[in-house]
């Protein structure tokens, strides 16, 4: 696929004066752009939630979630990467972000870095990829070489692959199990993936890392329950989850809280179930990690 024939890559009509207007009705054209960008990942749902499961389903097995990609969408691949930790409290090596150029690509843009398919592939030989393991090659166009290079050898060891690109692209759809193309169609300056298929991809991260942590038992309700209370915020973030979730005074939330060492999902179901911290864990640990089906399992467990 030619450059011109991306959409990505098209010039768009409706900002061809957006260099002669006020500030104020620039940002208008900017923003008006970007409302479409919700609407693009709405079409695609069924394919995001079909990649969700089938990397959940290989986690449970104890696989990881890769995202690799080029430039823009390597650093976003990154950037979610590096929040699951903190937000989820998983091990950093449970989703991994890889950039082309390597960390330095982080900070400093290597352009002709996108090129090396094989680096792709290196990449990914690197940090000893495995069947188990789920692969998200990000890419604007679709057919960035290093990507693709990354998508086809974690498809020969028999990896899952999923595609996030903002234009269709048939011509790889033997090598990716699943696509998820949010078409956002052109920028508002010609070629500047950044904006808003940049946005498509973040929404799209968010989505397939939230959902696949719920599946996993790190949120009950809709509170992150598995979160690390390494500092201030966090140690009150998760008093208030405690209260938010069991409605205990606070010297019950204080007690409990220690005695858990912070630990925000094994608190909650002691006060929940009425149960001490023993009885807490071996309930979590039948349920796989999920607080509401181990208040369900109470009487058959305990």
Known sequence: MVLEELITEGRNPDTMDIDRLSTIDMLKKI??????????????????AEAIDRIVERMKKGGRLIYIGAGTSGRIGILDASECP??????????????????????????????DMEAGR??????????????????????????????????????????????????ISNIVDVMITPVVGPEVIM????MKAGTAQ???LNMISTGAMIKLGKVYSNLMVDLQANNEKLIERA?????????????????TLKETNYNVKLAILMIVADVNKEE???????????????????DKVL
């Open 191 to 194: 070629g500047s993936t950044r």
């Open 239 to 255: 008093r208030r989850m405690l209260k938010l979730a069991t409605g205990a005074n606070e010297e019950l939330i204080e007690k």
């Open 280 to 298: 807490a864990k071996k309930l979590l640990g039948s349920a796989d990690g999920y607080i509401a089906e181990a208040i369900k399992l109470k």
């Open 202 to 204: 973040k929404l799209v």
């Open 31 to 48: 923003n008006n752009e970007d409302k479409k960008v919700a609407f693009a990942v709405e079409k695609v749902i069924p394919s995001i």
């Open 86 to 115: 903190p937000t989820f409290g998983v091990d950093p090596g449970l989703v991994v972000g890889i950039i082309a150029g390597g960390d330095g690509a982080i900070r400093n843009a290597i352009e002709s870095a996108e090129d």
């Open 122 to 171: 290196q990449d990914l030989i690197n940090i000893n990829l495995t069947s188990n393991d789920s692969v998200v090659g990000i890419s604007a166009s679709g057919r960035t070489p290093y990507v693709i290079g990354g998508l086809q050898y974690a498809k020969e060891i028999g990896a899952l692959t999923v595609g996030l690109f903002c234009n269709k692209n048939e011509s």
